[in-house]
């Protein structure tokens, strides 16, 4: 088993794992890969109690204790024993740009607001499966800590336990074993034209469903709620590119994360996703909502099992492995990957799309929380980006965006509204607040 | 509970337009909720900016540490001439360079007008040391000062003024042309010759040639697409 916890007699130190190595090259003034679970308690939260909980809670998982440090040829990060992290009043422009050098070095934050625990994880840290289960267990303890008799179990950690290696571990090097390696190029897709927020502005829209309502109209389709909610995306994304006018028609596409612990047995609790890519292109033809549903649903049997995802893993373990790509100084690699971020990788999708799928937590919690969102943050260049998560009966949608115009949103939720679908929206765009 | 009439949404209590199409609610029965807190906070975060003050303070006394025993070792051990003053010179002007890493929030153009004073010192130093033919007034001096002016001209075009690459590459090569002709004439005049352009006439020329196309394909939409889509990356 291959082991990123590197021991060096006493300071115990990680290696970034290999969606880890990307997001702090993307890092800049205004941007940083951050992104927010929330829980919705059904009581308001006492910031006291919940320091108490957060300062309990994150010495089991050392894996977000960490700062991030810079090496000669790679990032990586190390425990860290600074005060903190503190838990703060929530703020209106969630996901801010998070520096490596302050908040005592952490890469996580805890907000507060109202009934609503919220904790935003740098993205080299964990993937969210991996950062629910931290919030879980926050919540779980604080929830302790007023009183109420929370088990451990369904992702709550056990805090007295020691961590378990698996729970640090880098689990793409153990799987990645596919003997080929397939091409990534990818075309251009379709980019949201939209005014650009000033700076430090996420625009959110969150919609509140009930989970049986979509799971009747999937069915309805014959298609699973993430194939259902893939389509609408990307037939709201191909409207929009109608309403644009656009000179020349490109594809349309989403990049959404899988989360590999699905296909791969792991209990990590580092990032272990890899991206597909569901497209439509309308220079093919026009397609009607059923067809999109369609494609999307074939594309997602083809290509999400186990034998494509190892070769997809094997292509990221490739670059990592390469003895000639490793001597490469870490300024120089991080000038080559930023620019083919920038250049390639960030045109190859219009919108992000990511579901977490059903948040599971002791029946004893099921009594104090009513929801749970996730928001994907900041997209790195001018679009949106949506989360899908549920708990219990509740769907929760949340859209994050850095541009004024809500037109995707607005598309994305009126068909779900056609379809019969109920929708509560609640958002903090400065218009739709009072 | 109100819904937009225009979306079929329905709205959080507080909210006063459809987020989504920004349609007003107008609801008699149940006017917006103003007394309920907002779904989010109202308070605006900030970035605190970077503290930078390990690596400053660790540059500087390397700098400081190099320049002083390089001082004291000028002055009681290698006592044959003031070479010291060279690596003291060149401490201080890294430390100069540096200054936008130690601070992200120093001017750029104030940045910028330091590394010219800091180049110009250091002309300054190997001028007292080597005094020439008063190289360093007549030539070094004057050229230094140009060449900050056009950097610090392009610094203030990229940042102003929101211009393509081709604009920014026009802008480059006519500064290039202009620094290359005064080169010449200053070279003139220090060697008390009557000015006139000859090898800088040359460099001049191409510059002009490229400048005229790189302003026709930025004039003309068409060749300008046409370019970008030969040339796209």
């Given at each position: 088993?291959?082991?990123s916890k590197r021991t060096n007699h006493k300071t115990p130190w990680y290696r970034l794992d290999l969606s880890a190595i990307v997001y702090p090259t993307l ?408 | ?233």
């Open positions: 088993m291959n082991m890092q800049r003034r205004n941007f940083s890969s951050v992104y927010r679970l929330t829980a919705v308690l059904k009581e308001k939260v006492e910031p006291n109690l919940l320091q108490r909980a957060v300062d309990q809670t994150l010495p089991r998982f050392p894996t977000f204790k960490v700062a991030m440090r810079k090496g000669v040829f790679w990032r990586y990060l190390e425990p860290n024993n600074r005060p903190g992290p503190f838990v703060e009043p929530d703020i209106m422009n969630p996901c801010m740009p998070m520096s490596f050098q302050n908040s005592s070095r952490y890469l996580i934050r805890i907000y507060y607001y109202q009934n609503r625990i919220s904790l935003e994880v740098f993205h080299s840290l964990s993937d969210g499966s991996g950062a629910m289960c931290l919030l879980k267990t926050i919540t779980a303890v604080y929830l302790r800590m007023k009183g109420y008799p929370i088990p451990s179990g369904q992702g709550v950690l056990e805090l007295s336990e020691k961590p378990q290696a698996e729970e640090l571990e880098d689990a793409y090097l153990r799987y990645a074993s596919s003997r080929v390696r397939p091409p990534r190029s990818r075309d251009k897709t379709y980019r949201i034209r939209g005014t650009r927020e000033p700076f430090y502005t996420l625009n959110i829209i969150t919609g509140i469903l009930k989970v049986q309502q979509v799971l009747s109209v999937s069915k309805h389709y014959q298609v699973s709620v993430t194939e259902y909610l893939n389509a609408v995306l990307l037939h709201a994304l191909l409207q929009k590119q109608k309403e644009d006018h656009v000179f020349r028609e490109l594809p349309v596409s989403i990049a959404m994360p899988v989360n590999l612990r699905r296909f791969f047995p792991s209990k990590t609790l580092r990032n272990f996703i890899t991206m597909v890519y569901p497209s439509i292109d309308p220079r093919m033809g026009e397609y009607t909502f059923e067809e999109i549903l369609l494609q999307v649903h074939h594309y997602m049997r083809y290509y999400i099992n186990n034998k494509f995802l190892n070769a997809d893993i094997t292509t990221n373990a490739a670059v990592t492995k390469n003895p000639l790509i490793r001597v490469v100084p870490l300024f120089i690699k991080d000038l080559v990957v930023r620019q083919f971020y920038k250049r390639v990788q960030d045109k190859q999708s219009s919108a992000g799309l990511t579901n977490l799928g059903v948040v599971e937590t002791p029946d004893e919690m099921r009594p104090h929380i009513e929801r749970f969102d996730v928001l994907m943050g900041q997209p790195f260049s001018a679009r949106t980006n949506c989360a899908v998560v549920s708990y219990g009966d509740t769907l929760s949608i949340s859209f994050a965006s850095s541009i004024v115009e809500a037109d995707v949103e607005r598309l994305f939720f009126c068909r779900l509204v056609k379809d019969g679908i109920h929708v509560m929206i609640e958002s903090n765009r400065k218009t739709g607040v009072k | 509970m109100s819904y937009c009439v225009n979306c079929g949404v329905e709205l959080h209590a507080t909210c006063s337009e459809c987020p989504l199409c920004r349609t007003v609610v107008q609801n008699p029965r149940q006017p917006v909720d103003r007394d309920s807190p907002t779904p989010f906070p109202g308070r605006k975060g900030d970035v605190a900016p970077v503290q930078k003050s390990d690596v400053t303070i660790l540059i500087s006394i390397v700098l400081a540490v190099t320049a002083g025993v390089c001082g004291l070792l000028n002055l009681m051990v290698f006592r044959g001439n003031s070479w010291s003053l060279y690596v003291i010179g060149g401490c201080a002007l890294l430390w100069v360079f540096c200054l936008p890493v130690f601070s992200g929030r120093i001017s750029p153009y104030l940045s910028l007008l330091l590394d010219g004073a800091g180049i110009s010192m250091y002309f300054g130093i190997v001028a007292w040391l080597h005094p020439g033919n008063g190289w360093y007034l007549r030539l070094a001096f004057p050229l230094t000062v140009l060449a900050t002016a056009l950097v610090l001209l392009f610094a203030a075009f990229v940042r102003q003024i929101h211009a393509s690459v081709l604009t920014r590459a026009a802008l480059v090569l006519g500064e290039t042309a202009a620094f290359t002709v005064i080169i010449e004439l200053l070279i003139d005049l220090y060697w008390q010759a009557a000015l006139q352009i000859t090898w800088s006439a040359i460099v001049l020329t191409c510059c002009v040639i490229i400048d005229a196309a790189l302003i026709t394909i930025i004039r003309r939409t068409r060749l300008r697409e046409e370019v970008r889509r030969r040339m796209h990356i």
